[in-house]
Every structure is written in structure tokens, then in C-alpha cells.
């Protein structure tokens, strides 16, 4: 078989023997290509530890270990890598939420010491952590969502003639959309004041588990009706998600939950207290967030817990200070009627100082807690500020939700930038759109807009609603009418403009320009600047009793203040915000219960 | 003293079943271990070969030398997870596991692909077509002795590699197909540097047609020799280029096309003798054929556009009740994945089929008795087989 | 009344002097006034009371330094600007049971007094040491009332959240 030419022909082969080799001669140093998943890269800086890297690494080769040093918003770990068990797969690189973990394209590493190669990129230094080539992401974040579906909210035509509720929440389909964008790092606990266990609660909206979101929602917060609509969501700007996207719309899940669960059902899970009463008596002063939630800890404790409440119905500031369309008051009555449902007595229409004294409470219960809010608005005191038609916000506010008649003239000018202003802003604009068919409300803010303190939302809406506000104008005066019939009374605004807001401490106090002056017609000016505690009730005994922190009742880590019988918390306490008084609400009901528990154990 | 050895055709006696009856101890046949150890076996497992003289009368194959278990793993793993092992279900042409489980998820989870992306997979898969026949160019040289073409073919492997390097940031296991498409499109400059590839390789191919194909050494070793019946075919599950050597011109790229080789135009290469010749012989020619295919899809693909669909959050990504078959035409045959899916995180079932399964196990054992102990090593190559793909 | 007092002054060190006395005045007044507020705004009549006493303390060493001019025209060339925050709200009676803001809004405007008053004296100073002392002075008086602004931004305009 085979010609001559088969025989011969293989013999070319050998005219490769005059070619150059083609092997390289030292392979060491040989560098990789530009993108070559090589050796880990850390921006330690930009890494926030969410531990995604962790998650998601196939063969555990990643540990997220405690760094130095931690910012905020940080676990304050950093991923450690075992090269005894990387496969260099880069998924570590791909769902990394802020970009920082990258690969360069070094490849040799030559160590005597095997635990070397268990390191954590950018805190052990290396030499390619400066190597600009090697693997990145490229383009956006491809394995979780980087935007939140749009909440569903009313027109401003739909919504400027009355109080409905504004945002619609979302649907299952958008929020299992929303729940699945969740990497579970948990910095949101962390942040959170009453360290909610939103992960937990996110997946279970991801499997559909309602009973379970409830059941989570209770074990820290009693207030998801009210913090699923008005939280000020600290828990979002922590949130993995922000860094490259939206962050998590927590606030909106939670709600999300707590609109699957009817009334009846929450009761169920929820449940009663399960212990027996313990036959003591807490005395609550304030149907506030901080104070119902501490009277549902105690309740479900076994105390027997009264709530005193100045006002005709529970609820404090969420009821006298938000407005209707934020927060609906059926909304917050069903959150309350799961924390009447443990036993709780509220004593509403009851002022504490008056109806009963404080020393009275003392007498009769085993233990007070104090948590009064910041019910009085503070006064800007230019001339004019004690005019007729010059009013408070936080006293329209009650009044409007009260019920009461109000004045609403054609003109009215809001002094402030915070989310009280824009309240009081909406909530006149509503009752102008009423009586007059259009909106007459000018704001004027110290703030510019890029330090102002209202939510973006807030005045985005306002604007919608065709409120007008004027960012950095300081009040200078109230200007009345000098003669006629409306004499004495409110005639317009004058402000100057605010040049600058920081001194040279960069502390906020603002600098005005007395050339740049504007005087704002109107026939009501409502101030908007700020609140205080009535502190009233204590009388000049206590006040001189119990020690102060700089103009707050002091109290210790348990919101247990200098005297043995009472204890404080809420926004006279800590300030305003209503999930820091649910925190507040839990420590000082925790408190309370060790003081019972132990009084009880000496009277034994 | 000097005595006639009987006469070895009369061996092994058949027995009343038909089958022969092989009593070791009588001398006259020995057990001969070829592999798990030995340059002619391709990959981690044995044949267990009984001879009689220089002739095997019988052979069983043995896997189990890589202790792996590839689709259990994946069981205990999420989605996301599974992508970086598949891979290594196949060294040579791992790329064909990332596309097949990346199509699988695609299919079952309702993902759409970008067709850049689609393009860029195609590019991917017949680069790993040219190293997996490369390597199979100088396995059949070497099992014959011809050492030198399995330097030349790792040379130009090597060359090949140091694109998929810059294209994919690996050399060997790439982990590029991610289902939902891409990881990036390709590098400045890459066309021209894989034409230089392309070149070089046609050089050495040209070699390889004079040095093995036209050799009378190579052509009395292998033609006639390993001969499959293609009456077998059907029955023994054979496709790919052992197929198409025996005359059934099987090919997944064109009976149902997949990503865009329906926007390609080639003929598929067969031959008749279904003999190690006809086997080699084809497999070189759908090496050209490979050659013409990446040239065309770097000149017809779309370039600079997304190449990755944003995906559902993989950390916790679940993927609904189904199951679903993707199959494609890898270098060595029909190879496929079978996924199914219950609704939870993590796959039910994920059956990788490997045309060495069919090959290198039940086809093996049966053409073994019969062949000459030096054909064994050869007859192996020439059905071109991967143990990782059997024991998976 | 500053104003006669320190005009008739000779030296600057009898100047630096005078303003400490003027300073423990002011200190002892803020130290009786302490316990008539009530206690949860103390704390801010404390604070007052120790800025004075800081005041004090500091004219003392610049009287004693000796390179005193040095340390006032360095103080001169960084002037602090006049933030105007509080002119509108500035009460020069103390009002009857003061709240926080009310202690405030009068100690701002003995604050403002002060720059006034020592401004008013170094503009009708020719240059020379005694100008730029009061210049000194006024800049001090100026520095207190930008503290005592920031502390009034923080308590009254909490933003009201």
C-alpha cells in the first residue's frame, strides 16, 4: 500500500529544523493579557463589606473578616481570600455592589509560606494593587437589579383638592420585583434605630409569605402601618443597592406587607400577651410612637400599662403632625388597635400637669415613662411674630387634623425648609384649592436646595402642586398693617437673602445680605422653623431634680433618666423621628421590665 | 527444548453460550492494564485487555480515576454557582459546557440573550473546536509514534490560547458564557491578531497533510484498521466526526441549527471508510472547515454593542418547574445538557450528555476484541474521547 | 459707657485691663444668672458665663505677651465677617422667666453692643497701638456673636422635621 510519494513525504518535516523555536525561554514574567483574571484588587475605600463576594463565591474561598478603621454605613469587614481554593471565576468581581473589587493581570506569586496565600485584598499590601490592567466589570452591574419600579402615586390634579393618601404602595408584582434587587448584607440592621430585620422580611415578600413579613415586622416595630409610609428610612441610605442603582425601597416593602395582612389576620399572628399579669402598673405620658410602643412591650409582658394622652385620640405627632395624605388615619388606627388588643389603656383627652400631676402617677404606678414629643412650634421672634394671623405649624397641623376650623386666606407665606414646612405648606395649599380653587403658599427657607433639609420628595410635590419656595431667605420681619380696620394685623414677610449658610467651622449659620430684601405679601405667615418639648408638666421640682443634656431630660443608655421612677424617650428625648422613638420605645420598655422585675423580687 | 507453540487462531474457545471462555490460568492468556497511567489513553481511565499473544481478545473499560461527580455538585449549588464548574467538565472544550448550561437557564428562566452576544458565543465555541482538534491532530500522530505533530498542533494550540486569553481572561477554563450572555465584546485589535493565528495554523496544517496524510506508514496503520459498522451507529448513540467518517453526515450546527450558524454557510465534511483514516481524515477537514468559520463570524458579527443581559438578583435567583434539553455540535459529537428545574434556587437535575460517554465505554468495548494490542492506543484516539465528560 | 471709660486710657495695657474687669462683670452677672433659669437651659447661661471667663483669660496673656502687637495685627488681618443672622431678634432686656432662645437673643445683643462699641472706638482712633486693639477687641466681640448664632441656628431652627 502507499506510493513513493507517501514514503517520502513525511521527510519535510524536517525543514522545521532550521526554524527559530518557538518556545519562550523564561515563561516567568510573561505578562497576561489586558483582561486576565489575575490576583484580587480591593478599593478598601469604596468597599462598604456587604459580603456579596461571600455569597456568592462557589467554593468558599471567600470570608468576610473585621477590618480597622470602619466608616459609616460599613460592616466594617472586608473579604479574605483563600487562593487554596479560588477557581478565579470573577463572579466576585461581577456582584460586587459598589465596583471596588476588581482582578489585575499578575498571575506569579512565589511564597514559602502556604498561609500567604490567604490574604485580604487591599488591606494586605501587595504589588499589583496598583496594576491598572486586569479584570473589571464591564458596564453596569448585571447580576441584581439596578432600579426600583415606580410607585404608583396620584396626580397632582388628583390629589391638590383634598387629603387622599398620595402613594398607591406597590403591587406583588413590583415588589417581588423590588424584594429580589435584596443582597441580604444586612447594613440596613445595623442602621436601622430599631434594627429591623428587613433582609428577612424582603424575602419574604419574595416568597409570597405574608404571615411571616408580619410576624418579623412585629418582633421590632409595632408602628409598620405608619413606618412603611413616614419612616425616614435611614436603612436606604446605607443600602448595598445605592452604589450603582437605587437603593432598596425598604420603606415601600414594608408596606407592602402590612397591606396583604388584613386587621383581623395581624391580630391573629400577633396574638396576646402570653404571661401571666404581673400585677404592676406602668403609667405611659403620651400616645406617641415611643410610648405606645414601650406600653405594647410591657402589655405583652404582663404589666398593666395606662397611656395618658393630652389629645382626643392617640397618636401623637403621626396623627397631629403628619398630614392625611402622607399618613392616613385609619392606617395608623389599625397599628394602634393591635397595641390596644394587648391590654393597653388609653386614656385619651387626659393632660398630665392638669387632669392628673406627675406626682400622682408616681404614687400610683410601679414606674412612668415619659414620652411627650416636641408639641410646641418654636418662634422665629422678628418683629411682628406675635401679630394676629401670624401662626404655628405644629399648632395648624393639630388643628386641621383635629378638626377645628382654621383660617385659610388667599395668601399665605411658610417660614421654614424642613418637612414640617412642607407639610404645613401642602396641607394650607389643600384647603386653598377648597375654598378658592387655587394654591397661594410661598415657603421661605434659610437653606438653598442643595442644604435643604425637607425630603426631595416633599419638595418636588410641593412644586407640583404649584407651591412656590424660595430657598435662602432669612425672615426679618412681620409687616402689619400700621392703620385702617386690619390694623395690628399680618400684611406680608420681609426677608433677606441668605449668601452663605456654613461660617468658617463649617457650622450651618447662616449669613444674610441686607441689599438683597423682598417683602412677601400675604395675610397669614406660619413658622415652620423648628419645635420643643412642653416640659411644662414637670413642674419647677422635677425640673430642678432630674439632670438635663443640653435642654433635654438626660437619660442613660436604657432611656432611664436621673430619677428611679421614670424614664423618657421619643423626639423629646432624642429628637424628631418616629423610628428612633420606636427604638426608644423598646430600650426604655426593657428597662422598665428589669426595674419591675427586680421591685417585685424585693417585695417577695 | 524447543517446542511448536499451537496454533493461536483456535483461541479462545467459544463456549456453549457463543461466548468465549477464557480460563487464565491456563497460560494462555494474560490481563494487560492499558492505562490508567499510559500515553495512549486519552485522559483519567483504563481499558482492561485481555490478550492472547499481540492480539486482545477482550476489553472492559474502566472509569472512575476523578473522583468529581461534576452533576451532584451542581445540584448543591445556586444558578450562578453552577456556571463557574461546568467548565471543567471537559478540558480541552470546556466552552461547550458554559454555552449548553447557559442556554439551559436562558431557555428555562425566560432570559433573551443579546445577539452580539449570541455571535461572540459562536466565535467562542469554534476556537474551542480548533484547540480540541488540535489536540486530536496530534494525539492520533501519537499514538502511531508520530510525536513530532503534537508539538506542532500544541504550538498552535498555545497560540489560540493566548486569544482566548485576551478575549476572556483565561486560558484554559474561560468561564465567559454566563447565561444572560457575555462577560465583554471582543478587544481592540482582535481580528487581526487571530487572522495572524489563523494563518499560522493553515502553515502547519499544510505540514501535518504531508507528514501524517500523505504517509505510508500512517495510512497502513489506520485504514482498515477500528472499522465501525454504521449499521451501529444508531444503536450505539455515535455522532460527530466518528459518524461522519462513516458516511452519515450528522451535524448539530446544521440539522438544527443553533445560535447563528444558520446565518454561516459550510458543508460538512464525510467520509465513507468509517475506518481511524476516515475518522482522522474527517476531523482534520472540519478543522479547515473551523479555520473558515471563525473567519466568517469575525467578519459578519455585529460589534460594540451589549453582549450581557441585566439578570434577576443571582444571589437568590430562582428559576420555575421546567426542564429542557440544549444540545450542540461539540468537536467530539452531539453533546448536551439536560436540566430540569423544580422552582427553588438551585437545579433539580443536570444531566451533561458527552458523546465519549457512548464512545470511549460501550463502542470501545465493543470494537476492542479482534485488534492488535499496538491498534488499542490508536483505535482509542481515533473516537476522540474525554473521560471528565464520561464520569461527570 | 464702655466707650467713656476706655477713651479716657492712657496705656494699652490700662485698656486690656479695663475690658478684663468689663469681662468679669460680665462673668459674674451670667454666674448670678445661672440658677434663676430654669435647669434644662443652664446650660447655655453656663456656657455664657465660661466664654467670658475664656475672654478673661485670654486679654491676660496678650497683655502679658511681648510681642502683643504682633498677636493683634495677626488677629486684624483675619477679620470675622459680620454674619447678620441674629440683628432681627436681638433683645437688650433680658425677658422674665427667659427660655433658651430668650437667653439668646439677649446675650446676642450684648454681644452686638460690645462690637459696636469697640468698632466705634477704633474708627476714632488714629493708627497705633490703640487702634488696633479696639479693632482687636471688636474682631473678639465678633467671633463670640458667630458662635452664639450657630448655637441659636441649632436650637430654634431645628428644621422642624
Known amino acids: 500500500m502507499g506510493s513513493l510519494r507517501d514514503v517520502l513525504s513525511p521527510f519535510t518535516a524536517w525543514k522545521h529544523v532550521i526554524e527559530t523555536p518557538v518556545t519562550i525561554k523564561n515563561p516567568i514574567g510573561r505578562e497576561a493579557a489586558d483582561r486576565y483574571r489575575g490576583f484580587h484588587q480591593n478599593d478598601t475605600d469604596k468597599c462598604i463589606g456587604c459580603g456579596s463576594c461571600e455569597d456568592i463565591c462557589q467554593n468558599a474561598a471567600i470570608d468576610m473578616i473585621p477590618v480597622d478603621n470602619p466608616k459609616d454605613g460599613d460592616s466594617g469587614l472586608r473579604p479574605q481570600i483563600d487562593y487554596g481554593r479560588c477557581c478565579w471565576c470573577a463572579l466576585c468581581v461581577d456582584v460586587c455592589m459598589t465596583g471596588s473589587l476588581t482582578m489585575s493581570n499578575e498571575y506569579t506569586w512565589v511564597d514559602s509560606d502556604p498561609d500567604a496565600f490567604r490574604f485580604i485584598p487591599g488591606v494586605d499590601k501587595m504589588p499589583w494593587d496598583d496594576f491598572e490592567k486586569g479584570y473589571e466589570r464591564q458596564g453596569d452591574r448585571m447580576l441584581s437589579g439596578l432600579t426600583r419600579p415606580e410607585m404608583a402615586e396620584l396626580e397632582p390634579e388628583a390629589r391638590i383638592g383634598n387629603f387622599d393618601e398620595i402613594v398607591a404602595g406597590y403591587s406583588r408584582e413590583q415588589a417581588v420585583l423590588e424584594a429580589d434587587r435584596c443582597v441580604e448584607c444586612g447594613l440596613c440592621v445595623a442602621t436601622c434605630p430599631a434594627h429591623m430585620d428587613i433582609p428577612d422580611y424582603i424575602a419574604a415578600i419574595r416568597e409570597g409569605d405574608y404571615d411571616l413579613g408580619t410576624q418579623i415586622l412585629y418582633e421590632t416595630n409595632p408602628f409598620s402601618e405608619v413606618c412603611g409610609r413616614v419612616c425616614t428610612h435611614k436603612c436606604e441610605t446605607v443600602c448595598a443597592a445605592q452604589y450603582e442603582g437605587e437603593p432598596i425601597a425598604i420603606r415601600w416593602l414594608k408596606r407592602h406587607i402590612i397591606d396583604n395582612v388584613s386587621e383581623e389576620r395581624r391580630l391573629e399572628i400577633v396574638g396576646t400577651p402570653q404571661v401571666l399579669p404581673t400585677g404592676q402598673k406602668v403609667a405611659v405620658v403620651g400616645a406617641g410612637p415611643a410610648g405606645l410602643t414601650a406600653a405594647y412591650d410591657l402589655a405583652r409582658s404582663g404589666h398593666a400599662v395606662t397611656v395618658f394622652e393630652a389629645q382626643d385620640k392617640p397618636g401623637g405627632m403621626m396623627r397631629y403632625g403628619i398630614p392625611e395624605y402622607r399618613l392616613p388615619y385609619d392606617a395608623l388606627d389599625r397599628d394602634i388597635a393591635v397595641i390596644k388588643a394587648q391590654g393597653v389603656e388609653i386614656k385619651t383627652g387626659t393632660r398630665i400637669g392638669t387632669d392628673i400631676t406627675l406626682d400622682q402617677l408616681k404614687a400610683d404606678y410601679d414606674a412612668t415613662v415619659l414620652s411627650i414629643g416636641l408639641h410646641l412650634g418654636r418662634s422665629t421672634r422678628v418683629p411682628g411674630s406675635d401679630a394676629p394671623g401670624v401662626e404655628a405649624a405644629i399648632d395648624l397641623l393639630r388643628r386641621i387634623t383635629a378638626g377645628e376650623e382654621v383660617p385659610v386666606p388667599k395668601k399665605v407665606a411658610v417660614i421654614g425648609g424642613g418637612n414640617v414646612a412642607m407639610d404645613i405648606a401642602r396641607s394650607m395649599a389643600r384647603l386653598q384649592k377648597q375654598k378658592f380653587g387655587e394654591v397661594g403658599v410661598t415657603v421661605t427657607a434659610l437653606e438653598d436646595f442643595d442644604h435643604f433639609l425637607a425630603d426631595k420628595e416633599e419638595v418636588t410635590e410641593s412644586f407640583e402642586e404649584g407651591i412656590e419656595i424660595l430657598d435662602a431667605r432669612g425672615p426679618q420681619e412681620i409687616v402689619t398693617f400700621k392703620s385702617g380696620k386690619r390694623k395690628g394685623h399680618v400684611k406680608g414677610l420681609r426677608t433677606w437673602k441668605v449668601t452663605s449658610i456654613f461660617d468658617e467651622q463649617g457650622r450651618f449659620t447662616p449669613q444674610y445680605d441686607e441689599g438683597d430684601e423682598m417683602v412677601h405679601e400675604v395675610e397669614m405667615v406660619v413658622e415652620a422653623i423648628g419645635q420643643m418639648a412642653d416640659i411644662s408638666l414637670l413642674g419647677d421640682e422635677l425640673t430642678e431634680a432630674l439632670e438635663w443634656n443640653r435642654g433635654r431630660i438626660a437619660v442613660d443608655a436604657d432611656g432611664h433618666t436621673s430619677e428611679p421612677w421614670l424614664w423618657g424617650g421619643g423626639d423629646a428625648v432624642h429628637g424628631p423621628d418616629v423610628i428612633h422613638a420606636v427604638a426608644d420605645g423598646h430600650k426604655i420598655a426593657a428597662s422598665v421590665n428589669v426595674a419591675l422585675m427586680a421591685k417585685a423580687e424585693a417585695e417577695k | 527444548m524447543f517446542s511448536f507453540q499451537p496454533d493461536r487462531s483456535q483461541y479462545p474457545d467459544v463456549g456453549p453460550d457463543g461466548k468465549f471462555e477464557i480460563d487464565l490460568e491456563t497460560g494462555k492468556f494474560l490481563k494487560l492494564w492499558h492505562g490508567p497511567n499510559h500515553p495512549g489513553i486519552t485522559g483519567n481511565m483504563s481499558v482492561e485487555l485481555t490478550v492472547n499473544g499481540d492480539e486482545v481478545v477482550e476489553g472492559y473499560t474502566h472509569v472512575g480515576y476523578l473522583h468529581r461527580g461534576f452533576e451532584k455538585l451542581m445540584e448543591r449549588r445556586t444558578f450562578i454557582q453552577v456556571f463557574p464548574i461546568v467548565c471543567r467538565v471537559c478540558v480541552p472544550e470546556p466552552d461547550f459546557n458554559e454555552y449548553c448550561y447557559a442556554a439551559a437557564v436562558e431557555e428555562l428562566a425566560g432570559i433573551e440573550v443579546p445577539e452580539e452576544a449570541n455571535w461572540i458565543r459562536t466565535l467562542i465555541l469554534e476556537m474551542g473546536r480548533f484547540n480540541s482538534y488540535m489536540m486530536a491532530m496530534g494525539g492520533i500522530a501519537g499514538a502511531l509514534g508520530n510525536g513530532v505533530i503534537g508539538q506542532w498542533m500544541t504550538y498552535v494550540r498555545d497560540l489560540m490560547l493566548d486569544r482566548f486569553e485576551e478575549l476572556t481572561g483565561a486560558r484554559i477554563y474561560h468561564m465567559f458564557i454566563l447565561p444572560g450572555g457575555v462577560r465583554a465584546g471582543l478587544p481592540e485589535g482582535f481580528e487581526a491578531r487571530m487572522e495572524e493565528v489563523l494563518q499560522t495554523a493553515e502553515r502547519y496544517l499544510d505540514d501535518v497533510e504531508k507528514v501524517l496524510f500523505t504517509n505510508a506508514v500512517f495510512k497502513k496503520r489506520t485504514k482498515g484498521v477500528g472499522y465501525i459498522d454504521p449499521k451501529l451507529f444508531e444503536s450505539y448513540g455515535v455522532t460527530g466526526p466518528n459518524a461522519r467518517a462513516g458516511g452519515v453526515a450528522k451535524d448539530v450546527r446544521k440539522d438544527s441549527p443553533y445560535l447563528v450558524y444558520d446565518q454561516l454557510s459550510f458543508e460538512v465534511p464525510v467520509e465513507q471508510d468509517s475506518d481511524i483514516w476516515a475518522r482522522s481524515i474527517v476531523r482534520y477537514r472540519d478543522l479547515r472547515l473551523t479555520i473558515d468559520l471563525i473567519r466568517q463570524i469575525l467578519a459578519k458579527m455585529p460589534k460594540g454593542g451589549e453582549v450581557m443581559t441585566s439578570l434577576p438578583n443571582v444571589l437568590h435567583w430562582k428559576i420555575p418547574r421546567g426542564e429542557t434539553y440544549i444540545k450542540g455540535e461539540s468537536s467530539r459529537g452531539e453533546y448536551g445538557y439536560y436540566l430540569v428545574t423544580d422552582g427553588s434556587g438551585y437545579p433539580r437535575r443536570v444531566n451533561v450528555r458527552g458523546p465519549s460517554y457512548t464512545h470511549a465505554m460501550a463502542l470501545l468495548e465493543h470494537l476492542i476484541p479482534g485488534t492488535n494490542i499496538a491498534d488499542v492506543a490508536a483505535l482509542m484516539v481515533s473516537l476522540h474521547t474525554y473521560p471528565p465528560e464520561i464520569e461527570r | ?161
Open chain 3, 1 to 161: 459707657m464702655k466707650r467713656e471709660a476706655l477713651s479716657k486710657l492712657t496705656t494699652v495695657e490700662e485698656v486690656l485691663e479695663l475690658v478684663a474687669e468689663f469681662d468679669r462683670e460680665a462673668h459674674g452677672f451670667y454666674v448670678e444668672l445661672i440658677p434663676q433659669v430654669s435647669k434644662s437651659i443652664r446650660y447655655i447661661v453656663e456656657d455664657l458665663a465660661l466664654t467670658r471667663l475664656e475672654h478673661i483669660r485670654k486679654i491676660s496673656a496678650l497683655a502679658k505677651s511681648d510681642d502683643m502687637r504682633d498677636h493683634l495685627k495677626d488677629a486684624i488681618m483675619r477679620p470675622e465677617a459680620d454674619r447678620k443672622f441674629s440683628d432681627a431678634v436681638q433683645t437688650p432686656e433680658l425677658m422674665e422667666n427667659p427660655d433658651d432662645q430668650g437667653v439668646l437673643q439677649f446675650a446676642l445683643a450684648r454681644v452686638q453692643l460690645a462690637i459696636e462699641e469697640y468698632a466705634d472706638l477704633a474708627a476714632n482712633t488714629p493708627p497705633g497701638p490703640f487702634h488696633e486693639v479696639f479693632s482687636y477687641l471688636a474682631n473678639e466681640e465678633s467671633k463670640h456673636k458667630s458662635d452664639l448664632e450657630a448655637l441659636y441656628y441649632e436650637i430654634v431652627h431645628s428644621g422642624g422635621v
